[in-house]
């Protein structure tokens, strides 16, 4: 049952909300809800006027951003001088830097700038710690990262305004996948989108098609045509879901067929220890054995991906079990070989 409060209170209510995070009408409605209090979006239109009209200390400001559909998003920001670097703050900004991939670099480089001028200005708050290093002192590869024109960047920033807003989406078309992320290339269908992924230097969407439930990861460039509806969806039942499906996965790629497996790897010395560093998936498990080798233990699926990523390895690498996984790449092996004892031609 929801109780009577007067409108201090709420404003006090509201207040603990703003602090938390920045949050849209229907999402204070949620909250408030949670709090036994009920209140309509017209009064907390008001509630939130006054706040910004007579309750804001000097060092505070009610800052609201408007994004499509005249959406209303509320933040509440105190001023500070108070802000203290130090050298692990000024490094994890470089790193971030050195980590971005090349499409964000190049694509969104104004953005970039942007954030780069205003942490600049930090550091030259305090000069004991300054050490900025320009862009050809920090630079990274590039290797294997996916490279988009311009017209990616809207269908990028749609994708993400969806999953923020919990909106369905209209998947026209979809061009093939040839890492089989999803099967779904020819029919229209709807979408609940849940996740964004970034993978092997690329964005993915997650979600499930409205239709039969089926769990979907698109590779968001593949994406031919699409539509956003104004139909919200109940994400939180469907996010638990997707994070199921997406261990389920060794990557991203669709698995063969519906089974999880044990799988047992056994791995030589100085490759399992380059291994175990790095993170494959979260059912790792890695163990020396008596030889001096080392065993991966992994609950996943099989797909296209995990066998890859065994033939990257060539032969420092070996399937214990299950047979299965065994056997694909066993048949894979004979693919390739025909094709260069043959001549045949690729497809």
Same mark, same amino acid.
């Given at each position: 049952?929801?109780?009577?409060?007067?409108?201090?209170?709420?404003?006090r209510?509201?207040f603990?909300?703003l602090?938390?995070?920045?949050?849209?009408?229907?999402?204070?409605?949620?909250?408030?809800?949670?709090?036994?209090?009920?209140?309509?979006s017209?009064q907390?239109y008001?509630?939130l006027?006054c706040?910004?009209?007579?309750?804001l200390?000097?060092?505070?400001?009610?800052?609201?951003? %408007? &994004?499509?559909?005249n959406?209303?998003?509320?933040?509440?920001?105190?001023?500070?001088?108070?802000?203290?670097?130090?050298?692990? /703050?000024?490094?994890?900004?470089q790193?971030?830097?050195?980590?971005?991939?090349?499409?964000?670099?190049?694509?969104?480089?104004?953005?970039m700038?942007?954030?780069r001028?205003?942490?600049?200005?930090f550091?030259?708050?305090?000069?004991?710690?300054?050490?900025?290093m320009?862009?050809?002192?920090?630079?990274?590869?590039?290797?294997?990262?996916?490279?988009?024109?311009?017209?990616?960047?809207d @269908? %990028?920033?749609?994708i993400?305004?969806?999953?923020?807003?919990? @909106?369905?989406i209209?998947?026209h078309?979809?061009?093939? /996948?040839?890492?089989?992320?999803?099967?779904?290339?020819?029919k229209?269908?709807?979408?609940?989108?849940?996740?964004? %992924?970034?993978? $092997?230097?690329?964005?993915?969407?997650?979600?499930f098609?409205?239709?039969? &439930?089926t769990?979907?990861?698109? /590779?968001?460039? @593949?994406?031919?045509s699409?539509?956003?509806?104004?139909?919200?969806?109940?994400?939180?039942?469907?996010?638990?879901?997707?994070?199921?499906?997406?261990?389920?996965?060794?990557?991203?790629?669709? $698995?063969? /067929?519906?089974?999880i497996?044990?799988?047992?790897l056994?791995?030589?010395?100085?490759?399992?220890l380059?291994?175990?560093?790095y993170?494959?998936? &979260?059912?790792?498990?890695?163990?020396?054995?008596?030889?001096g080798?080392?065993?991966?233990?992994?609950?996943?699926?099989?797909n296209?991906?995990?066998?890859?990523?065994?033939?990257?390895?060539?032969?420092n690498?070996?399937?214990?079990?299950?047979?299965?996984?065994?056997?694909?790449?066993?048949?894979? %092996?004979?693919e390739?070989?025909?094709?260069y004892?043959?001549?045949?031609?690729?497809f």
């Amino acid at each position: 049952m929801s109780k009577t409060i007067s409108q201090l209170e709420r404003i006090r209510c509201l207040f603990e909300l703003l602090k938390k995070e920045p949050v849209t009408i229907i999402k204070l409605i949620e909250l408030l809800k949670q709090q036994n209090i009920d209140c309509s979006s017209r009064q907390l239109y008001r509630d939130l006027e006054c706040i910004k009209k007579y309750y804001l200390r000097p060092n505070e400001q009610l800052l609201v951003a %408007i &994004s499509e559909h005249n959406r209303k998003t509320y933040r509440l920001t105190t001023d500070s001088d108070q802000v203290v670097l130090n050298k692990r /703050d000024i490094a994890t900004f470089q790193i971030t830097r050195s980590a971005s991939p090349i499409y964000i670099m190049h694509n969104r480089a104004d953005s970039m700038l942007k954030f780069r001028t205003v942490y600049k200005s930090f550091i030259k708050q305090n000069s004991t710690f300054y050490a900025f290093m320009q862009d050809y002192q920090n630079t990274r590869s590039n290797f294997y990262e996916a490279m988009h024109d311009e017209s990616y960047d809207d @269908k %990028i920033d749609t994708i993400i305004w969806c999953i923020a807003n919990y @909106k369905k989406i209209w998947i026209h078309e979809l061009e093939k /996948d040839i890492n089989n992320h999803s099967k779904k290339t020819n029919k229209k269908f709807l979408f609940n989108a849940i996740k964004l %992924i970034f993978h $092997n230097g690329n964005h993915f969407v997650a979600g499930f098609s409205v239709s039969d &439930s089926t769990f979907i990861i698109i /590779d968001i460039s @593949k994406i031919i045509s699409y539509e956003i509806t104004d139909r919200t969806f109940n994400y939180k039942d469907l996010t638990i879901r997707a994070d199921e499906e997406i261990k389920k996965r060794f990557g991203l790629a669709q $698995n063969i /067929d519906s089974k999880i497996y044990d799988i047992i790897l056994e791995i030589s010395s100085s490759t399992g220890l380059h291994l175990k560093q790095y993170h494959w998936h &979260s059912s790792q498990v890695f163990t020396k054995l008596p030889n001096g080798n080392w065993q991966l233990k992994l609950h996943c699926g099989i797909n296209r991906e995990l066998i890859s990523w065994i033939f990257m390895w060539s032969t420092n690498i070996k399937i214990i079990k299950p047979l299965s996984l065994k056997n694909s790449l066993l048949n894979h %092996i004979e693919e390739m070989k025909s094709i260069y004892i043959n001549d045949k031609k690729l497809f």
